[in-house]
């Protein structure tokens, strides 16, 4: 039974035994201090989506375009007085989302970094690419397969 648990302990010593900036991750922190890192990363993640939305506007009759590729020559009704100003904000939102989502998740992945072992944190290359990759994989399959069905559905 001891057997089982040197070999363990040895692990988690291996662990522990990391270069200095692992060794730097693995430093406990108080709740105020994971508090500031957290609003820290949110700001960065704000400010960084801000930015991309703001990129983004001035392009809003470019992507409104690509997007209405699927739908052929229809022509949109504005309804209220301000829903072209509305459609205009909310698509260049969500090509902030999409243009900072590499940040957004860095960000993300730095934050949750020093709570992973260093088992935890081999696994997360790999992983991280596939999200990634499955992410832009998701965004091409709702623009060809998606977007034109709920066009057609919508209209």
């Not at 832009?136 to 209209?155: K, M, Q, R, T």
Request: proline fraction near 5%.
């Amino acid at each position: 039974m001891n057997e089982e648990k040197i070999p363990q302990e040895a692990e988690d010593q291996e662990d522990n035994n990391d270069d200095s900036d692992e060794a730097t991750l693995d430093r406990p922190m108080t709740i105020i201090e994971h508090l500031e890192e957290l609003r820290r990363r949110l700001i960065i993640c704000i400010v960084v989506l801000a930015v991309s939305a703001m990129v983004a506007y001035p392009l809003h009759g470019y992507i409104l375009r690509l997007l209405m590729v699927p739908a052929g020559k229809i022509n949109l009704n504005v309804l209220e007085v301000t829903e072209a100003f509305k459609v205009n904000i909310l698509l260049s939102l969500f090509t902030g989302v999409v243009i900072s989502f590499p940040v957004l998740a860095y960000q993300i992945l730095k934050f949750v970094l020093p709570a992973l072992k260093r088992r935890e944190r081999r696994l997360l290359v790999p992983l991280v690419i596939l999200f990634f990759v499955l992410f832009l994989g998701g965004v091409v399959f709702s623009y060809f397969n998606l977007l034109p069905v709920a066009i057609g559905w919508l209209l």
